[in-house]
C-alpha cells in the first residue's frame, strides 16, 4: 500500500521533472522547423517582454479604465481635475489640446498631433497579462487583425512617444520603457509569427 501510495506521489514529480527538461531547452532555434509545444512556448516567453513594455507607464497612463488620464511612474490621476470627456480627447471646455502642442515642451507638457486617450475598449488598466493580450485581437475590444498590430506598435507615432518621452514638470526626463523601440517591434513581429499565444 504504501509502495503503491509512493508511486502515485512520484508521478506529478516526474512531470514536474519533465516540463523543467523542456522549459530548459534552448529558447531559440532559429531556421528549423519546430514542435508546435515549443513555438507556443517562445510565442509566450515573446509575449512577456512585449509586456514590460505594454504595462509600462509610459503606455498605461493613456490605456487607463477610468474617466481621466494618468501620469508618472507612479501612475497617479492627471492633475486639475482633466477628464476623458466624449471622444478621449477631453470635456469642451479642456481639451487635451489645449495643453499638449504637436511636441514634447522643454516645460514638461508631452506632446504629440495626436495626444488623446485610448478608448475605454482598448482600456488595459486593472487586466491580468493575459486578459490584456486577448484584448488585442478581440473584436469587441481593440479587434485589430495581426498585421495592423505589428504595423501599429512598430509604426504609432503615439506608441513611438514612450521612447521621447521628454521631461516631466519638475524637468527630470521620464522614464522609457525597458526593450528598445525597434526591438520591441521586431518582438512583436516574432510574437506573431509563433502563433501569438497568449499567457492563461
Ligand atoms: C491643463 C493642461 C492639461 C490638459 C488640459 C491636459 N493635460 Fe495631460 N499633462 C499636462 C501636464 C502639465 C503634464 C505633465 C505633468 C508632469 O509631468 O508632472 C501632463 C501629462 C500627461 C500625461 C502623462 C504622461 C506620463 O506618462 O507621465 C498623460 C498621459 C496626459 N497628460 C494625458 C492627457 C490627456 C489624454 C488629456 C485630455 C483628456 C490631457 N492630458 C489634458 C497638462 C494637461
Ligand atoms: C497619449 C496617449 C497614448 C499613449 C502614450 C499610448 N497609447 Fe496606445 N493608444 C492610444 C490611442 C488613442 C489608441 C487608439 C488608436 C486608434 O484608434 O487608432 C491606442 C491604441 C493602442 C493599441 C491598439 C489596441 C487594440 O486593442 O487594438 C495598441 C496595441 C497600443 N495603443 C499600444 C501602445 C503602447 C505599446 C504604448 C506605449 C509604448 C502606447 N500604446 C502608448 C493612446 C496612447
Redo the contacts with the bound molecule.
Sequence with gaps: MLARMAFLLSVPTAMVMVAATISSAPAEQHGQAVAQPEDRQRSLQYFGRIATVIEH??CM??HTSTDF????DDGHP???Q????LHD??TPA???N???QRENSPS???GNEV???APLRMAWEGLSTGDICRSLTDPQKGGMSYEQLIHHMAEDKLVAWAWD?GV??SGKP?SMPPVSHSDFGQLVRDWVATGAACPS
Design positions: 507607464p509610459r497612463n493613456c488620464p494618468r501620469q508618472g492627471h492633475i486639475m482633466v477628464r476623458r470627456g480627447s477631453g479642456l481639451q487635451c489645449t495643453c499638449h514638461g507638457v508631452p495626444w488623446h486617450l518621452p516631466d514638470l521620464r
